[in-house]
Structures are given as structure tokens and as C-alpha cells.
Nanobody, 128 residues
Framework: QVQLVESGGGLVQAGGSLRLSCAASGRSFSSYTMAWFRQAPGKEREFVAAITWAGGPTAYADSVKGRFTISRDNAKNTVYLQMNSLKPEDTAVYYC?????????????????????WGQGTQVTVSS
């Protein structure tokens, strides 16, 4: 079993930066593909970025490519999402998720229903 706790959200002006962290408990964390999703009010949860167990390959939604960077530190059981050049449309609750089915593979999946473990979310608000 893996438990995930996100932190680092907040209010930032357009063009600013934030770094989200996802702290995981459980010995299996280091073998899973990990991802960030987000959900804005009235919208479906959408894929943002993912990283395989070994730190690569990575995948990004087109809307965040070149602005967001996902990384992980397996020694610290933590996944990060560095968000630069933030836009008002990035406003959402950001969730960390773990994909048990991808254990020790290079598979990166983007559908929320394929992820087994979820954090409680952290709010990111970007003002214009």
C-alpha cells in the first residue's frame, strides 16, 4: 500500500513559479510510474505529467510542455512538479498518483482510471 501527500500549492501571479512535492509512504513507491493530474472546477481530471520508476522516460500534456518539469527522488520517496511561466488556466487542484501496474517498466499511462494510488490534492491558483 502506498499513501501520497501533496504539498507546495498556493496563490501565484501569472508568469510565476511553484514547485509541488508528493511524499510517498510504502516500500513499493520506487518501482511505480508516478504522475501528476489536475482538476479545475466543473472539468474532468486531466493528465499533466508522468515519470517512470527509473526517472525516465517522462511524458507531458501538450498544455504544459516546456513549462513544467516532473522529477523524482526515490531515496526520499518524493515526486516533484516544477511549474514555471504559470498561466491562469493552470488553476486547479493538483493530484499526485501512482500506477502499480507499471511497476519497473517504461510504460507511461495518462488515464486517471489506470492509477491505483492518489493523494488528497493541493490547490494551485494563478491570478492574472
Amino acid at each position: 500500500q502506498v499513501q501520497l501527500v501533496e504539498s507546495g500549492g498556493g496563490l501565484v501571479q501569472a508568469g510565476g513559479s511553484l514547485r509541488l512535492s508528493c511524499a510517498a509512504s510504502g516500500r513499493s513507491f520506487s518501482s511505480y510510474t508516478m504522475a501528476w493530474f489536475r482538476q479545475a472546477p466543473g472539468k474532468e481530471r486531466e493528465f499533466v505529467a508522468a515519470i517512470t520508476w527509473a526517472g525516465g522516460p517522462t511524458a507531458y500534456a501538450d498544455s504544459v510542455k516546456g513549462r513544467f518539469t516532473i522529477s523524482r527522488d526515490n531515496a526520499k520517496n518524493t515526486v516533484y512538479l516544477q511549474m514555471n511561466s504559470l498561466k491562469p488556466e493552470d488553476t486547479a487542484v493538483y493530484y499526485c498518483a501512482g500506477d502499480r501496474g507499471s511497476s519497473r517498466t517504461v510504460v507511461v499511462r495518462t488515464l486517471p482510471r489506470l492509477y491505483d494510488y492518489w493523494g488528497q490534492g493541493t490547490q494551485v491558483t494563478v491570478s492574472s
